[in-house]
């Protein structure tokens, strides 16, 4: 069973820096897409930043130019470089990734168990 263990959030205060991860231990399988999405404090969870195997990328309006999303393909693993935070960011933010597990001859949409950040202004 393909996990996503997701490490790096905590509080930080406004236009300062954050970096979160996310890997994909194991074997078996192969990641086709991952990204990051959040959900602030009442509000609907959203799209932050994804990334394919093709290495295209997608961020929302509200992070782009302050956010990053990058791999290493060799380790399974997801990067977030959050730059210039606002307090509008703090959110649960959630690693995404689509798994390709040939056994099964199917695609996982797995999810991470969420990683808070905290921007105090």
């Known amino acids: 069973q393909v996990q996503l263990v997701e490490s790096g959030g905590g509080l930080v205060q406004a236009v300062g820096s954050l970096r979160v991860s996310c890997a994909a231990p194991g074997s078996g399988f192969f990641i086709r897409t991952m990204g990051w999405y959040r959900q602030g404090p009442g509000k609907q969870r959203e799209m932050v930043a994804t990334?394919?195997?093709?290495?295209?990328?997608n961020y929302a309006d509200s992070v782009k130019s302050r956010f990053t999303i990058s791999t290493d393909t060799a380790k399974n693993t997801v990067y977030l470089q959050m730059n210039s935070l606002k307090p509008d960011d703090t959110a649960v933010y959630f690693c995404?990734?689509?798994?390709?597990?040939?056994?099964?001859?199917?695609?996982?949409?797995?999810w991470g168990k969420g990683s808070k950040v905290t921007v105090s202004s």
């Open positions: 990334t394919t195997t093709g290495g295209s990328t």
């Open positions: 995404n990734a689509g798994v390709l597990v040939p056994a099964d001859e199917d695609v996982y949409n797995i």
